[in-house]
Structure formats: C-alpha cells, structure tokens
C-alpha cells in the first residue's frame, strides 16, 4: 500500500496444477531415474545395478532366471582300466555311462532291419526317433532280453517276425560290454600300445598316451614296472594327466601295501575303490591334486 493512497488488494498467487496421479507400479521392479545409478532387487532377492537412460527399464521375474551352465559344458570321466605287464586286466571301473537308450512301440511290419552280431540282435538298417544303426536290442515289452534270446527263452528275432506279436514294445540302445570283452579289449590295447612302441622313430618311446575320437578321449599312463593306467573321458575334460598319476599313487597307497594283495592279480580293495571314486569327482571338478590330497 502506497502513502497517501488507497489500499488496493494483492493479487492471488496462481497454484501449480496438482501433479498427474500415477498408475501403481505392477510390481515389475522398474526403475525411471535419468542419468543415475540406482539399486535394484528382484523378487527372489538379488541385488543387480542398473544405470537409467531415459526409459523404462525392467527387470525378468525371478521364474524366468535359470542358472547358468558351467563353462565349457558338462563334462565326464567314462570309465577306468587298470592293465598289467603281460596285458591283463586286474581293474575296471565304470564311472559314467552316457545315457542312449531310446523305447518305441511298434506295429506289424517292423520297419527297422535287424540281425545278429556277436551274441545280440542290432540295426543293421533304418534309422528314426534317436535309434540308430548299431545299437542293439535291449528289451522287450520292459523285459530284458538275454543277448539273442528274450526273457522267457524265445529267439528275438523269431517273436519279431511273428504278427500275433503286436503291437511290441522295444528298447533299444548301446550294449553294455560283458566281462570277456573288457579282458579282450584289455589285451587288444596293451598289444597296439607295444606295436605303436616298435613303430616310433623315437628311441625309447612311451607308447599310446592319448588316443582322441569324436566322443571321447584315451589316457594312458605306463608305470615302470609296466603297468598301465587307462581312463575314458570326454574330449573336454582337463586335468587327466594329472588324474592319472594319482590313480598310480591310490594303487600304491590301497593295493601294493596291502598284505592281502598279490601283484599281477585283480585288485579287491574296498579302500582303492573309495579313494578312486574320490579321485575322480574331485577330477571332473577340475579340482588340482595338491599334495596330501
């Protein structure tokens, strides 16, 4: 108000329109801050940083997160073989069999051609639904079969061939190997391992220590005295060299210093059985041998 003048009212202040109602949040854990870092969390509890640029960004619900694989993907020690100077096998462990076997039911006529081999009946034509040429009939109708013959004593191929049969019922897979062709295979590797011994230019050779395949990979480890140390794997797994060598130490440790073991005999020692096993989940693990272990 001015002197000597008339009061003259103030004009109101304008207000500021009410901000805009916002929607609820859906409970996605969404972050809209611009330029900063922020914190978030998850509904299973983790803590993630994301930085705002400006639009929405969210994060997958804790469903959808899966663990991640481990690097270089999974991997498997197959089996072990323990082979002595004359080529006999004393030891033999199967530690991991990938799993092949594949059941269908059939109609009359069976489309897959089979014949025997070597005490068993396999494809020998036609290839569908995971079964392939070489694999083997493992059962009929959930029962397993005897080699060539099923569980009640008939010929395979003649209860096949039979249409009252059907529909039937048939595993098939990859064999497992017998004890006899464990021994054959055994003295069949120690007799290649003394040919590629002849055959080196080098003086002296050592023989086979890696044979590699597509699927898996052969480790050998001769000793001094002779004796080999043989282990299956796959292709990608790391650390055998140095599996084997413990291998060595176990057998010196659970069977040479055990007064009830003769030596170029089978080995039946409980404690080189548990010390084995040992040695080989620590060695998929890709665990290092330090000393005492």
Do not use: W
């Amino acid at each position: 108000m001015r002197e000597g003048g008339s009061a003259q009212p103030l004009a109101p202040t304008p207000r500021r329109p009410p901000p805009a109602p916002r929607s609820p949040c859906c409970g996605c854990c969404c972050s809209q801050d611009v330029g900063r870092e922020r914190k978030l969390r998850t509904r299973d509890g983790r803590k993630t940083l994301r930085r705002g640029a400006g639009a929405v960004t969210s994060l997958p619900p804790s469903d959808a997160t899966t663990s991640l694989p481990r690097a270089g993907g999974a991997m498997a020690i197959f089996s072990v073989y323990v082979v002595n100077k004359a080529g006999g096998l004393i030891y033999q462990l199967d530690h991991y069999a990938p799993r092949s076997d594949t059941e269908k039911t059939f109609s009359y006529p069976l489309d897959l051609v089979l014949r025997p081999r070597d005490e068993r009946v396999v494809v020998a034509f036609g290839q569908r639904d995971g079964i392939r040429v070489g694999h083997a009939v493992l059962a009929i109708n959930g029962a397993e079969v005897n080699g060539r013959l099923t569980a009640d004593g008939k010929d395979v191929l003649e209860f096949l061939s039979n249409p009252a049969n059907y529909p039937v019922s048939i595993r098939f897979g990859r064999h497992r190997l017998s004890s006899n062709e464990k021994l054959m295979l055994a003295s069949m590797f120690h007799s290649l391992f003394a040919i590629g011994s002849q055959l080196s230019p080098e003086v002296g050779s050592s023989g086979i220590e890696m044979l590699e395949t597509d699927t898996f990979k052969l480790h050998c480890f001769q000793t001094l005295t002779g004796i080999k140390f043989v282990v299956l794997a796959d292709p990608r797994q790391a650390g055998i060299d140095a599996l084997l060598r413990k291998i060595y130490e176990i057998y010196s440790d659970f069977a040479l210093k055990n007064p009830f073991y003769s030596l170029e005999m089978p080995i039946r020692c409980e404690l080189f059985d548990q010390n084995l096993k040992l040695a080989l989940e620590v060695a998929e693990k890709a665990g290092p041998f330090g000393p005492g272990s």
